[in-house]
């Protein structure tokens, strides 16, 4: 009984927040009522959660598993079905040469300053060498991602050829930049240990991130053959449901990534299937309740240790240095039709449902200490950088447009 008090609570939650915020037209120019509503969720799943009023205790917060897997599975397939290869190559192939290299910059800088931190300090030796490995990767994972609604917000506001242009950029950056953090999450799943017969590892994890892949592409054959040969969009949702269902499901059962693999089956329906458009328009629907209901999770399985008080402002700074250092390198390497920014870096900074998304998947399979570090590292990131992202987007915009007067002026 208390399991289904527990999964009403955080659903309707969810709901209610979603019409709230996101029904919402009205917006301030540096100001996001995003973060706002962000932090009054992980606020609200603090208060219901174990650390004060108990309404979402741990046996509750365990029984909602299923549905952070179907969540899971949700985002990393309406991810999945962006990855049209004719829609990415409409655009200059620059576009998505910074896309990647601002991204594996953001990565490797905070997987390298965590690493160091970590062996310095002695902490490698409380936890086997693979979970810790696995864990570095999951932080790069989420550093290399960036959110879209802070961007989509400014977008609507934005007047200018020459802004447009860079505005658009940086949409298609965020649109894409997941296509090399959840291959870090496959790589974490693979790698953090749990394939083991007497604590010796039977499964290299290159052997599991080719399972997973492989896995990925036949559920979204499966799923591509069967959708069409669906009538309304009632019967196209069920599908998606059960397909995502299955695979998260397979995937838990055999300790896999359910985004990477879900991702995947995204990915051939986007390239094959005809009704691509129809089926990502039912998957948008589900995607904001989905993150409310991810950040009350969140919110209650926050705890604070002394750990937290370093990590996290380690992450959250190497992540703010590597999107700025990314973004700059990408405007020297790569060159398009208008002139890029060199600071675009700060315009990539927003996190959002992809960030908390990989902190909840690895959570799933490594509890506290680690995985609850990794949430509240994802939850004080999205707070952190979605306060700050409207300010630094206008920021991007206004000085790109400088730089034209100047260029114009110097003709």
């Keep these: 009984m208390k399991e289904i008090f527990g999964l009403a609570l955080v659903v309707i939650l969810s709901l209610v927040g979603y019409r709230w915020i996101y029904t919402n037209t009205r917006r301030a120019k ?95 030796e409380f936890y086997p060498k693979g979970l810790i490995t696995a864990s570095l990767f999951v932080f790069a994972s989420m550093a290399a991602c960036t959110s879209q609604a802070s961007l989509a917000t400014v977008s609507r506001e934005v007047k200018g050829s020459k802004n447009r242009n860079v505005i658009n950029l940086m949409r298609y950056i965020s649109s894409l930049d997941d296509m090399v953090a959840i291959p870090l999450v496959g790589i974490a799943f693979a790698y953090e240990g749990f394939h083991t017969i007497g604590g010796e590892i039977y499964f290299r994890w290159w052997d599991m991130l080719l399972s997973t892949v492989l896995l990925g592409l036949l559920s979204g054959f499966i799923l591509n053959l069967i959708i069409r040969m669906t009538g309304d969009r009632r019967e196209l949702l069920l599908v998606i449901i059960g397909m995502i269902i299955l695979s998260v499901g397979g995937a838990g059962y055999l300790n896999v990534s359910p985004l990477l693999m879900t991702a995947i089956s995204g ?145």
């Design 30 to 124: 540096y100001i996001s009522p995003i973060i706002f509503s962000e932090f009054l969720y992980i606020l609200l799943g603090l208060l219901v959660g174990p650390t004060f009023l108990n309404f979402l205790d741990a046996g509750i917060l365990k029984a909602l598993t299923p549905l952070v897997f179907l969540g899971l599975g949700w985002i990393g397939i309406l991810f999945g079905i962006q990855l049209k290869f004719k829609d990415i190559v409409k655009f200059p192939k620059s576009f998505l040469g910074i896309t990647v290299l601002q991204s594996i910059v953001s990565a490797v800088l905070v997987f390298l300053a965590l690493m160091l931190y970590l062996t310095l300090s002695g902490r490698t």
């Design 267 to 411: 990915m051939v329906l986007a390239n094959l299937n005809p009704k691509r458009d129809e089926i990502m328009e039912i998957l948008l629907l589900g995607e904001k309740p989905i993150f409310l209901i991810f950040l009350i999770i969140v919110g209650a399985l926050l705890e604070f240790s002394g750990l937290v008080l370093i990590v996290v402002p380690i992450y959250i700074g190497m992540r703010l240095f590597g999107k700025v250092f990314g973004g700059f390198g990408s405007s020297l390497v790569f060159k398009t039709y208008f002139k890029i920014p060199r600071n675009i870096g700060l315009g990539l900074i927003p996190q959002g449902s992809m960030a908390v998304a990989i902190a909840l998947c690895f959570y799933q399979a490594v509890p506290d200490p680690l995985g609850g570090l990794i949430v509240f590292s994802a939850a004080a990131s999205v707070l952190f950088n979605e306060a700050l992202a409207p300010g630094a987007i206008w920021f991007v915009l206004e000085d790109a447009q400088k730089d034209n007067r100047i260029t114009a002026g110097t003709k």
